[in-house]
């Protein structure tokens, strides 16, 4: 199926409403107060393409907190700073199969994550950023608004100070990967920087943009010099297909079966590889921190217009 033409015949105004009874039946993440008082009631998708085409439907252009999406972009300003063995000798490649806030294999696997998408592994790839970038969360910012196109994209500081009033767990994790010897940096230092990356806000229409890259082997149209290689970018698809739905991946895979990244703020980029990037977003999550109406609006679309990468 062409793109362009679903689009033209109404194909996410069809899919978003199909989905919208959904509403009502997840939860919206209630972790700290600045994301339990989101509405619910939302839904919005937007999608870019390798031939430079946008579309979008309901609440694309309303902007929410990525969360964990951030941390796909983190790996990203790892892998320009970092040779690929210095990397994967701290964090693993494997799904947890575990809530992504889990402690329990950090302390059997001696202090070293899964993989760089659950809480842990994204912690000490911010660990790393903080060794070697003067600025790292100025970095991110610059990253952010250089791959979307859109200059004012910013923290959102009532999220992040939220995050650090509330952050016994991933400070928890952090000490503990520093008991191991796998944390180099200052504790508070570090997970400030983490909450600051989750509490980026962004709208589907700007994740759409930015994560194009990664359905084009690594590089962006509008920036001459490629953001990862083809072979990154095939690496970061891999990683996000086996870990970036926590435990849910497999399922995921199952119903969507695309490359994805969710959040506790209820996006999820998806990537189409050579084809197009897919930003959904409702505050709504399922038991395991996905978006309930999210997951359920990629699994139609997939399906309309017969996409999977298996
Ligand atoms: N800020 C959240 C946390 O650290 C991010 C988790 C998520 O989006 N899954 O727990």
């Known amino acids: 199926v062409n793109v362009a033409t679903a689009m033209d015949n109404g194909v996410l105004d069809a899919v978003l409403a199909q989905v919208r009874p959904l509403l009502g039946q997840g939860k919206v993440a209630d972790y700290i107060p600045a994301l339990a008082s989101v509405s619910g009631n939302k839904l919005g998708i937007a999608i870019s393409t390798v031939q430079g085409e946008h579309f979008y439907a309901g609440d694309a252009h309303e902007r929410f907190s990525i969360q964990s999406i951030s941390k796909v972009l983190s790996l990203v300003v790892a ?43 994204a912690l000490v790839v911010c660990d790393m950023l903080q060794s070697r970038l003067s600025a790292p969360r100025q970095r991110m910012l610059e990253i952010v608004r250089k791959l979307s196109g859109v200059h004012d994209i910013a923290y959102d500081s009532a999220v992040a100070r939220s995050e650090f009033d509330h952050s016994a767990r991933n400070a928890a994790i952090a000490w503990l990967m520093k008991s191991f010897g796998n944390f180099h ?126």
């Open 79 to 121: 892998m320009n700073h970092y040779a690929e063995e210095e990397i994967w000798q701290r964090v693993g490649k494997d799904p947890s199969g575990q809530p992504f806030n889990s402690l329990l294999q950090l302390e059997i696997e001696q202090g070293k994550p899964r993989n760089p998408f659950i809480n842990a592994g």
């Open 185 to 310: 940096n200052d504790v508070s230092t570090v997970l400030q920087n983490y909450f600051h990356y989750c509490a980026l806000k962004m709208s589907c229409v700007e994740l759409a943009q930015t994560f194009l890259f990664l359905a084009q082997g690594g590089h962006a149209a509008h920036i001459s010099s490629p953001i990862v290689t083809p072979m990154q970018a095939r690496q970061v698809n891999a990683l996000m297909a086996t870990s970036g739905m926590y435990q849910n991946a497999g399922e995921f895979a199952w119903r969507v079966g695309l490359p994805a990244k969710s959040g506790v703020g209820g996006g999820i980029v998806a990537i189409v590889p050579h084809e197009m990037a897919i930003a959904v977003w409702s505050p709504e999550l399922d038991e395991a921190g996905n978006s309930l109406a999210g997951v359920a609006v990629l699994e139609a679309l997939t399906q309309q217009l017969g996409r999977s990468v298996y």
